[in-house]
């Protein structure tokens, strides 16, 4: 199948390590230049991008940004458009340091303000300063793909991380409306939702006896990495996804069913 990205300017937010480092590569498999935007790590970011440029003959920019901070978002987007004078797909993939450890989730009375503040700074602030900075550089394209990263935890709450969940969940609402407003432009703003994703640095200390149970109640019988997510990515910023918008693509293997 044809996903006809070649050529494509794809910028990853978080994309150092973890779920964004496989995006990277998936998309630079596929012909893409990639921006890997990363928060802290320089030499892992430069590191990858050295690895993408080799295997896969693409140009790859890494950035140090803090999405969350609209100066530093600015600064990127226009480092991208001296480089590469446009910008096609986005993802938003960062996400503000947080720890899938269910043995250590507070309960609802427990979760301060700053917590939510925390998650819905580094979820949904940071996609919406990405997106509003880049989307004047999209929509005289023509063509525009916004991908933003959610988790299956919306539709089966099985461990309320409260603060980041209900973060998630905006994320999903603010995309719906950016797709209302964007497909006159031709643009398509979808989401992602997947399940676990181990290991990464935020899954890392998942407990065996959680994963056991997530194994149990997943008919794809095991837990996803990294790389099981990129395809649905792929498939999102493809032509084949062009009539697909305001949409989430839940990847959990079918844990949850909705
Ligand atoms: N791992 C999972 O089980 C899982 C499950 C569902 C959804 N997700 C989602 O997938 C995405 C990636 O998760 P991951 O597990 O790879 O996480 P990770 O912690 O391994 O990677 C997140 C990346 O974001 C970067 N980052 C954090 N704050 C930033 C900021 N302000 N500006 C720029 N970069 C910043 C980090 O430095 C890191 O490189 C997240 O949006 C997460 O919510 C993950």
């Known amino acids: ?37 990363y928060l802290k790590n320089a030499e892992k970011a430069e590191i990858l991008a050295d690895k993408l440029q080799k295997e896969y003959g693409v140009d790859c920019l890494p950035i140090q940004a803090d999405v969350t901070n609209e100066n530093d978002v600015k600064r990127l987007i226009s480092m991208v458009i ?37 998650q819905i700074d580094g979820s949904l602030k940071g996609t919406y300063l990405l997106n509003k900075y880049a989307i004047p550089h999209m929509k005289d394209m023509n063509f525009g793909r916004i991908i933003n990263m959610t988790t299956n935890l919306l539709y089966r709450p099985i461990v309320p991380y409260h603060d980041y969940n209900t973060a998630k969940g905006a994320v999903m609402t603010y995309s719906q409306n950016l797709a209302a407003d964007l497909g006159r432009f031709g643009i398509t703003v979808n989401c992602i939702a997947p399940g676990l994703v181990y290991p990464t640095e935020a899954s890392k200390r998942t407990k065996e006896e959680v994963k056991s149970v997530i194994v149990a109640e997943t008919p794809l019988g095991r837990i996803a ?11 999102l910023a493809s032509n084949w996804a062009r009539f697909v918008t305001g949409q989430t693509i839940i990847v959990d293997g079918g844990y949850t069913m909705k």
Not at 4 to 19: D, K, P, Q, Y
Not at 225 to 235: F, K
Request: hydrophobic share 40%; proline share 2%.
């Open 1 to 37: 199948m044809n996903l006809s990205l070649a050529g494509r300017v794809c910028m990853i937010t978080g994309s150092s390590r973890g779920i964004g480092a496989a995006f990277a590569e998936s998309f630079a498999s596929e012909g893409c230049h990639i921006v890997i935007n």
């Open 82 to 118: 001296e480089e590469f004078d446009r910008i096609d797909i986005v993802v938003n993939n960062a996400l503000h340091s947080y720890l899938f450890d269910p043995t250590e989730r507070k309960w609802a009375w427990e979760v301060e303000w700053e917590d939510y503040q925390k």
């Open 225 to 235: 990495r990294p790389e099981d997510v990129t395809g649905t990515a792929l498939y």
